[in-house]
């Protein structure tokens, strides 16, 4: 494996332990992966963001333990 391909496997290893931040996910009451992992592009503390469609962009935070997903319009996008 070659350092960029080392590189992708490290990002996904990140993204999937961030996912498992949520107790929802821990005891199965979501999925044990991110159904949308494919089109994450930044994680932070407590929230995901997804790529842009057609001007509104996915973003999942963490609320009580679950993650919780919502469709933001760009133009309200401010701070995320």
Partial sequence: MDAAGAQELQRRFDAHAHWRQAEA????????????????????????????????????????GRWERMEIAEDERAGV
């Fill in 25 to 64: 996910v821990r005891d199965g009451r979501q999925p044990a992966a991110d159904p949308d992992a494919h089109e994450l592009e930044e994680s932070r503390e407590g929230e995901r963001i997804y790529r842009r469609s057609g001007g509104v962009r996915t973003v999942k935070r963490l609320v009580d």
